[in-house]
T-cell receptor, first 112, second 111 residues
């Protein structure tokens, strides 16, 4: 499982509430990514990190924020959840920029 | 703009038939391309990357710069090949290691 876990695995929440998803790794890898998976869109990058406190936006970052205060944890926050953020969220890690990605199991988020 | 296009949402074939999953890309430099696969109830995992020129589970993919394509092929499909397949392009801007994914193709291999 490449030492990467996501929590929670499933979450149902209401529109307007904040939600935080956690990605935890035990590999000490530098690069971490948050993607969302939607039918017809494939995987789209939300935010990524290339080190502690070093983060940047991906192609669909509106409505999301991230934090990485420790190497092992990368948190994704939906500041005020909307129904359009209903999706499956995947975290991924890699040791170097040209190494392969290792994915977490995903978090199924439903915003009602 | 950098982009990956997988034109087929679903590809359905019979066991033993040849398979070709299409992938086209848009990239101004020298691309690095990958195929990732997601089997039912499993994590996304790397199937192959063009620079290694490997054949994994009987699959191959050849980079065609003239046609800007990286199609995934297998001569004889097996039922266990049924999965979601994603083509991906390494974003060459900066040193971020970001991957740009296509929309994905579901391969269904019928008995």
């Amino acid at each position: 499982d490449a030492g990467i876990t996501q929590s929670p695995r499933h979450k149902v929440t209401e529109t307007g509430t904040p939600v935080t998803l956690r990605c935890h790794q035990t590999e000490n890898h530098r690069y971490m990514y948050w993607y969302r998976q939607d039918p017809g869109h494939g995987l789209r990058l939300i935010h990524y990190s290339y080190g502690v406190k070093d983060t940047d936006k991906g192609e669909v970052s509106d409505g999301y924020s991230v934090s990485r205060s420790k190497t092992e944890d990368f948190l994704l926050t939906l500041e005020s959840a909307t129904s359009s953020q209903t999706s499956v969220y995947f975290c991924a890690i890699r040791p170097g920029q040209r190494e392969k990605l290792f994915f977490g199991s995903g978090t199924q988020l439903s915003v009602l | 703009a950098q982009r990956v296009t997988q034109p087929e949402k679903l590809l359905s074939v019979f066991k033993g038939a040849p398979v070709e999953l299409k992938c086209n890309y848009s990239y101004s430099g020298s691309p690095e391309l990958f195929w990732y696969v997601q089997y039912s109830r499993q994590r996304l995992q790397l199937l192959l990357r063009h620079i290694s020129r490997e054949s994994i589970k009987g699959f191959t993919a050849d980079l065609n710069k003239g046609e800007t394509s990286f199609h995934l092929k297998k001569p004889f499909a097996q039922e266990e090949d049924s999965a979601m397949y994603y083509c991906a392009l390494l974003d060459g801007s900066g040193n971020t290691g970001k991957l740009i994914f296509g929309q994905g193709t579901t391969l269904q291999v019928k008995p």
